[in-house]
């Protein structure tokens, strides 16, 4: 079985070193401006340079976002973006209006093209079009059924390569061509400053009865009409490989560095057990999938790829069964002591998890030293400090998590205050 490329979210820096560490075999990322996540921490040339360097380094590939739809006042600057992307050594850029397509295979012909979800592409001829044009690979839009992907690539073969995305949030609109947050906060999805309207409650008003809001449907948490449950296509993965899928992707350059790490790492786990056979993979998917759960995330389903997804009710809040404490920034020594940045509260005698590249591993904590001061403490609250804890065999990019402590489900109205 072809096992695909695993293609993993970098808003940052810090979530594309998770990334690389976890197992990710290229990455994506944008720059400040003509991606579709306006609001991730995205790369300024220098930092972009490093990051490229970074990927390279680690035999990795790095993708650029330019899949915003430039208007005529924009495309000279976009394509100066792409020449400078392309001097700085990523290796494809992800771009979606034909146009801007047409002129990158023109004036920066050295750099591949990956035609976007975003232009949904969903039958043969529209991804030969995109072939002959000179991309390289095209990301199908996220309506495409197994069972389609699997006809469109007997019908193109290798000639193009083709990517599907198999983790993360979805859009409630073609593909993520949505203007509703445009009309109604003047913050564009398609220029890549998306306000999420379509997490928000809702409820009808009849014309007549002005103030009175009948729900269309509900549950305990309220009514989320436009709210598309979270894709999770862990359990299809052997279908996507046998499909001629050539690179999986997970959705999340807004997501945490924490987030990027499980979700990259439980989904190359799969794909290397999937490359031993059926059967390893399928004993490991109960324990895989729990993993998933130690992440943020919402009710997840399996999207259009087995048919129609599931009604959109309980797709609000955002729960997880673990808690990121610390990142390991300095291999453990020979005396077994590693150096940690701290990001959550934790207490001596906790019992935690390590989260490596090759599994999860038990750790109970004993005091650590507060590196600042060079006490010995049991426990310390201050985010960003540098600690020094017993952690044998633990590796620079290994993480600590606990349990949840004080969580609460984070709604709509807390992401507008």
């Not at 990301?139 to 495409?144: D, G, P, S």
Request: one cysteine or more.
């Amino acid at each position: 079985m072809r096992i695909p490329e695993l293609l993993a979210p970098a808003g940052n820096m810090d979530a594309l070193r998770a990334a690389l560490h976890f197992g990710a075999d290229a990455v994506y990322g944008g720059m400040k401006k003509y991606g579709l996540r306006a609001f991730a921490g995205n790369f300024d040339p220098d930092r972009l340079q490093e990051a490229v360097a970074l990927v390279h380094g680690a035999g990795k590939k790095f993708y650029v976002t330019m899949n915003s739809y430039p208007f005529d006042d924009e495309l000279e600057e976009y394509i100066a973006a792409a020449n400078l992307a392309a001097e700085l050594g990523v290796d494809a850029v992800i771009a979606a209006d034909p146009g801007a397509i047409s002129l990158l295979r023109r004036k920066v012909p050295q750099l591949p093209v990956h035609v976007s979800t975003q232009a949904n592409t969903v039958n043969a001829p529209a991804a030969e079009l995109y072939r002959d044009m000179g991309c390289e690979r095209v990301i199908l839009a996220r309506e495409m059924s197994l069972d389609r992907i699997r006809a469109l690539h007997e019908a193109l073969g290798d000639s193009i390569q083709l990517e599907t995305f198999v983790h993360g949030a979805s859009c409630m609109a073609y593909s993520g061509r949505c203007m509703l947050s445009a009309y109604l906060t003047g913050r564009s999805g398609n220029r890549g400053e998306c306000a999420q309207p379509c997490r928000w409650q809702y409820a009808v008003v009849e014309e007549k009865r002005p103030g009175e809001y009948m729900p269309v449907a509900e549950d305990e948490r309220g009514t989320y009409l436009f709210s598309a449950r979270d894709l999770c296509l862990l359990p299809l993965l052997p279908d996507l490989c046998e499909a001629g899928v050539s690179s999986l992707k997970i959705e999340g350059r807004m997501k945490t560095e924490y987030y990027v790490a499980v979700v990259t790492g439980a989904y190359r786990r799969a794909l290397d057990l999937l490359a031993r056979g059926r059967e390893c993979f399928a004993q490991a998917l109960p324990a895989l999938a729990e993993e998933l759960q130690c992440a943020s995330h919402r009710l997840s389903d399996t999207g259009f790829l087995q048919g129609n997804p599931e009604t959109p009710g309980e797709a609000e809040g955002f729960w997880q069964s673990r808690e990121y404490v610390a990142r390991v920034i300095e291999d453990a020594g020979e005396d077994g002591m590693a150096r940690l940045v701290l990001k959550n509260r934790f207490f001596a005698g906790d019992d935690l998890e390590l989260m490596t590249p090759e599994g999860i591993r038990k750790v109970r904590v004993k005091p650590f030293v507060r590196e600042k001061t060079g006490e010995t403490v049991e426990t310390l609250g201050v985010g960003g400090e540098v600690i020094r804890m017993e952690l044998p065999g633990s590796r620079c990019g290994d993480m600590l998590r606990g349990p949840v402590r004080n969580h609460r489900t984070e709604t709509t109205q807390d992401r507008h205050n």
